[in-house]
């Protein structure tokens, strides 16, 4: 029936040339979808322990997971924007009640955060009962409103187990995906209590991350202490007071080297500036450990591992390792990871390595990584929306949602059921991404062509749009491609279906495609201005050895595709009577949208019952600006002008006040930004009752009570030592008694306060 079946095709399209007239050779069929491509052409992420060691079980760890008792989950706070100019976005707190107490400051910062951000935000509380309840209750919070969650602490943990392959091959893994697809079907056919099958609707509903320390206690740490520090850790990045290079390290070891240039490419649309490393050679555990230190906004290292670390090789089949312990020394300056490592993310193991990428450094916030074998695929549908803006939540979602669409196949469920997001899934990239990659193939390899100079075809090109204007930045060409075949690439500027005028041109002498550094050539385009890019082979070379790919030319409408034949132009529609694609793709640079910026991330500190005054500032957007507040609360006494951005008046309280600001700008539609502030407003200067009133008589009185007649001492002694003298005795004495009368009934000097 195959063999039938590619006849007939064959016969189709050499019908279909006779009729139109072409002497050319047919595109041979190559048949390899995204589907099949990913199942059988991508090596796996595995389990590599150079101690011998095996993925935790589930009978392993129930035996030392203490019971949990009866269900109970209560409603501990609830926050709500006081204004906002987007649609408020549900978002649930789900935290073990053992640890709310231990981590409630920060929870509550957190909460102000969030508010501030235009999150409609609930805290519950949630103490014993199994997966199926938490699952239950998560399904009546996303009817609610819900769209997005953390867990923080240790909450049910739902299993799931698997037997594919031939002969079938045991897994069983946590799985977080029942926490998100809230309306499938989990059922454990073999009551061992491990699901085994997912059917029904299994696209996610609600996106999630969770942030699991309990397992991390090399070095005597402690689940509260890194869940305080991640907290005030998370504050400060988002007050933009935690930067970073906004730099990409992609680092790919040696069983993805062949497609590790569109791998970089699908980074970049999130950073467009990058470090790549994928030499065979390069790529080892001392290098990937110099690199960490590097400054990168974000690290994708792709490499076999384990729980425990990662297990980079080299051609010789040689074996080097990059231990937890080494991740957590050597504080890693990044602040998100796409960790392609098998079970690294296996957050019910001690010490598993994802857990110290972002508890135990100065920077870490967020890990997206597996709990078993397997890792992401198809990295553009995750970098596009989170280069976009999106919560890093939001963009892991879109990416498990595409690939939930028309259910999963067993090469899917081996590849994607363990992935989960370690981190605050709310948190996204300081800095929109100001790349874009031009594709108007649809990813399919579904038919291949010769390169070669001994044909009458040549300059196989592709003509590209910009909706924006641009510079070129790099190419990338899937293909099969001979290291013996120089190859030169053309970049003309366009009749609107043809190539027109030659711009430039680039020597590629090794033939590799693969990824194309264009940036050095300077092109800029206006948006909307066609450009083509193509290739022609510079001597002739054996036989089927160098090949470009094709799509099915089903995705495009347009004629885009083309090439020469006899030095006449035609589009392959026009020469083959279908509308195949070139794979060949091109990153371009563009400005960022104009958005307003708030360009104030900090405030001085103020004394009660003195004058205070600052203007916020902003930049960019189209002024003028309105100012307003959207979450936490000023000190008593202190106002915000709306138009002006001026925080005036005289505070009337002590203490440290969270709020955060918003400016929005004049366009239409409007931007805004929000930033979160702090105010500390402190004790003036002989205030010694602390009243925020003085100094005044009751300042005098109190100190005449605390020094001769045994009354209590002043709140903050610093704030009593007026003459700023400490003198033998003590700190506070009848000098500075004398001073503060001369003070407030002679024109004496200011209380001054020293220490």
Not at 287 to 296: A, P, Q, T
Request: glycine content about 8%; aromatic content about 14%; hydrophobic content about 35%.
């Amino acid at each position: 029936m195959e063999i039938f079946k590619t006849a007939f095709i064959v016969a189709v399209f050499i019908i279909t040339t006779a009729v139109q007239g072409f002497v050319s050779e047919l595109p041979i069929p190559v048949g390899d979808s995204i589907t099949n491509r990913y199942s059988s052409g991508v090596t796996r992420t595995q389990w590599v322990d150079p101690s011998g060691g095996h993925p935790i079980t589930f009978q392993e760890w129930t035996t030392q997971t203490e019971k949990r008792g009866s269900w109970k989950a209560s409603l501990v706070w609830t926050d709500t924007p006081e204004s906002h100019s987007r649609n408020l976005v549900g978002f649930g707190i789900f935290i073990d009640s053992a640890l709310y107490d231990q981590v409630q400051t920060s929870i509550e910062l957190y909460v102000i955060d969030l508010t501030g951000e235009g999150y409609d935000v609930k805290v519950y509380s949630i103490c014993g009962g199994n997966p199926s309840d938490l699952r239950a209750f998560l399904y009546d919070k996303y009817l609610e409103g819900m769209v997005g969650c953390v867990f923080i602490g240790d909450l049910p943990v739902a299993w799931y187990e698997t037997d594919f392959g031939d002969p079938p091959s045991h897994a069983e893994f946590p799985i977080d995906l029942y926490y998100m697809d809230l309306d499938g079907v989990f059922t454990d056919a073999d009551v061992d209590g491990i699901y085994d099958t997912h059917t029904g609707n299994v696209t996610p509903e609600i996106w999630m991350g969770r942030l699991t320390a309990s397992p991390l206690t090399m070095d005597g740490a402690n689940e509260v202490d890194l869940l305080n520090d991640y907290f005030d850790r998370n504050h400060q990045y988002r007050s933009g007071l935690l930067p970073l290079n906004n730099k990409a390290l992609v680092y790919i070891d040696d069983d993805w080297e062949s497609g590790s240039n569109w791998w970089n490419m699908n980074v970049g649309e999130a950073y467009a500036n990058r470090e790549f490393i994928k030499n065979e050679w390069t790529t080892w555990s001392t290098d990937y450990e110099s690199r960490l230190l590097n400054n990168y906004g974000f690290i994708q290292v792709c490499v076999h591992s384990w729980h425990e670390g990662h297990a980079f090789k080299n051609p010789d089949d040689d074996w080097s390792y990059t231990y937890n312990s080494e991740v957590k020394g050597l504080q890693p300056v990044s602040h998100f990871y796409n960790l392609f490592a098998c079970s690294n993310a296996l957050y019910v193991e001690e010490d598993y390595m994802s857990g110290w990428y972002i508890f135990g450094q100065e920077y870490g916030l967020a890990a997206i990584g597996s709990a078993k074998s397997g890792s992401m695929l198809v990295f553009e549908d995750f970098y596009h929306p989170f280069g976009e803006g999106k919560e890093i939540g939001q963009a892991y979602f879109d990416w498990f949602s595409a690939r939930a669409e028309g259910g999963f196949e067993e090469w899917e469920i081996t590849w994607f059921y363990g992935m989960t997001l370690n981190g605050d899934p709310t948190l996204s990239i300081q800095q929109k991404s100001a790349s874009t990659l031009l594709q108007h193939d649809d990813g399919s390899v579904a038919y291949m062509m010769e390169l070669t100079s001994s044909s009458d075809l040549d300059m196989f090109n592709v003509r590209f749009t910009p909706e924006v204007a641009c510079t070129l930045s790099s190419v990338t060409v899937e293909g099969d491609f001979s290291d013996s075949l120089g190859i030169r690439m053309y970049v003309w500027e366009s009749d609107g279906i043809y190539p027109a005028v030659l711009i430039d041109s680039l020597d590629i002498p090794d033939g590799d495609l693969s990824f194309i550094d264009i940036s050095n050539l300077n092109l800029a385009y206006n948006a909307y201005e066609d450009f083509h890019i193509g290739f022609s082979p510079l001597e002739s070379a054996p036989a089927g050895t160098t090949w470009i790919y094709m799509d099915d030319g089903q995705q495009c409408p347009e004629h885009r595709s083309g090439l020469s034949e006899d030095d006449i132009w035609k589009t392959l529609d026009e020469f083959w009577g279908s509308n195949y694609n070139f794979l060949i793709r091109v990153e371009v640079h563009h400005d960022p949208e104009p958005e307003v910026a708030i360009t104030t991330l900090t405030i001085p500190a103020g004394e009660a019952g003195q004058s205070y005054s600052v203007t916020l500032e902003a930049t960019d957007g189209m002024p003028p600006y309105v100012w307003d507040i959207t979450a936490g609360s000023l000190p008593n006494g202190l106002d915000l002008d709306l138009v002006s951005g001026v925080l005036s008046g005289v505070p009337s309280n002590l203490g440290t006040f969270h709020f955060t600001v918003r400016a929005t700008d004049s366009d239409s539609p409007a931007t805004s930004d929000v930033q979160h502030l702090c105010a500390v407003i402190t004790q003036v200067c002989g205030d010694i009752d602390a009243d925020g009133m003085g100094p005044d008589i009751a300042d005098l009185t109190y100190l005449v009570s605390y020094l001769f007649t045994a009354g209590p001492p002043p709140p903050v002694m610093e704030r009593a030592n007026v003459d700023g003298i400490t003198e033998q005795g003590g700190m506070i004495n009848v000098s500075d008694l004398t001073y503060l009368v001369a003070y407030l009934f002679s024109g004496g000097p200011s209380p001054v306060c020293g220490s």
